[in-house]
């Protein structure tokens, strides 16, 4: 048995994350300060005694002893990581040099959750790895992208510096049960609008893309990517290649629910991506990975989880 820390554990994610290395029969401390993520999500987790939630915030450091350390903290909508820019850069940056001080002491792996938007708006399409990204270091979008990669530089700098074993995965954007009925994401948005018959909101023309991968599926690539052998440290890409229009997305979701909502189309966010795709060659070469839900199927799930809890509410 491991004893392993989630950090942002009780978010969208790190709940599914908790309850996956529960049922390996690993000990999971949770640690979260409840911004974005919510006890509902790891409540059916707080009887079993193997699991415990810490209110904490990662701008200040924390002291445990255990094996691995998964680091999911950190707001991932834009509307909450624009809420409080400063708050997103220190949780990005000193969460990651606190769980990076705390894995050099203990000699534990840590694997960092970095992100797609280390890309920016890319101009290599689809995105691997040894491309470096396009991003505006001072657009409303920064304080997400420029705080993951300077996470990402301090990963490779404990690595190189003090050994510390390191593991980075850059996640594309993921779906699925969990997420915040007001997360402001686009999937979350659209089925939530279909459901309740408002109107559905396109940013833009709509014919911006995006490559949408079921948390299923993410967390087999992110436990495979902490298992691997130290010598690989990624940066790896977790995400569907499978690549949609905003509008496609939004009429899939109309048609699969079957509802009366409308498309209404509302300014594009400045420095939104006009597309994105990951290149998955790395994954499947060294986690012998890929996604296995393609997107109708995950939408079902995910609708399913928002009709039951728009009923509850
Ligand atoms: P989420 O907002 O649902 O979860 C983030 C969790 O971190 C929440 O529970 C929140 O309360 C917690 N948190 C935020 N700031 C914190 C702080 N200072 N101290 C302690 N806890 C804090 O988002 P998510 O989609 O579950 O994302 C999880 C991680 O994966 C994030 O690091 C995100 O950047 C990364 N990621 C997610 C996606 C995606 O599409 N879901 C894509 C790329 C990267
Ligand atoms: N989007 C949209 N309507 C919404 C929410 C988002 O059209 O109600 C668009 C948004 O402009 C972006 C895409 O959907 O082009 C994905 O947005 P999201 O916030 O989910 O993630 P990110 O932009 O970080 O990939």
């Not at 009887?47 to 445990?64: A, M, S």
């Not at 915040?180 to 309740?196: E, M, W």
Request: glycine letters at 8%; aromatic letters at 8%; proline letters at 5%.
């Amino acid at each position: 048995m491991k004893r392993i820390l989630v950090t942002g554990g009780a978010g969208f994610v790190g709940s599914h994350l908790c309850e996956r290395l529960l049922n390996e029969g690993n000990e999971v401390i949770c640690l979260d300060n409840f911004f974005t993520g919510q006890k509902r999500n790891v409540i059916h987790l707080l009887g079993n005694p193997y699991f415990e939630l810490v209110r904490h915030d990662v701008i200040n450091p924390f002291v445990v002893e255990v094996d691995e350390i998964y680091n999911l903290a950190c707001p991932a909508s834009p509307i909450h990581y624009q809420y409080n820019g400063i708050k997103t850069v220190k949780t990005s940056v000193m969460g990651a040099i606190n769980m990076l001080g705390l894995a050099k002491r203990i000699r534990a792996k840590v694997l960092q959750a970095s992100t797609s938007e280390v890309y920016g708006d890319p101009n290599v399409h689809p995105q691997t790895e040894s491309y470096w990204g396009h991003v505006n270091p001072i657009g409303i979008r920064s304080c997400y992208d420029e705080g993951k990669r300077v996470a990402e530089t301090l990963f490779m700098n404990y690595h190189n510096q003090n050994g510390v074993r390191i593991k980075i995965i850059r996640i594309f954007n993921t779906y699925g049960p969990h997420m915040h009925p007001n997360d402001g994401r686009v999937v979350s948005n659209f089925i939530v609008q279909a459901l309740k018959g408002e109107n559905i909101t396109v940013y833009g023309k709509g014919d911006q893309t995006r490559s949408f991968q079921y948390v299923d599926d993410l967390i087999n690539g992110m436990t495979r990517m902490m298992a691997t052998g130290d010598d690989f440290t990624g940066p790896v890409n977790i995400g569907n290649p499978g690549e949609f229009t905003i509008l496609e997305l939004a009429q899939k979701v109309i048609t699969l629910i079957g509802s009366k909502s409308k498309i209404v189309y509302e300014p594009l966010p400045s420095d939104d991506p006009l597309q994105r795709q990951p290149d998955i060659t790395l994954a499947k070469s060294k986690l012998n990975w890929e996604p296995k839900i393609p997107l109708e199927q995950g939408l079902v799930r995910t609708i399913e989880y928002f009709d039951q809890l728009l009923k509850e509410s």
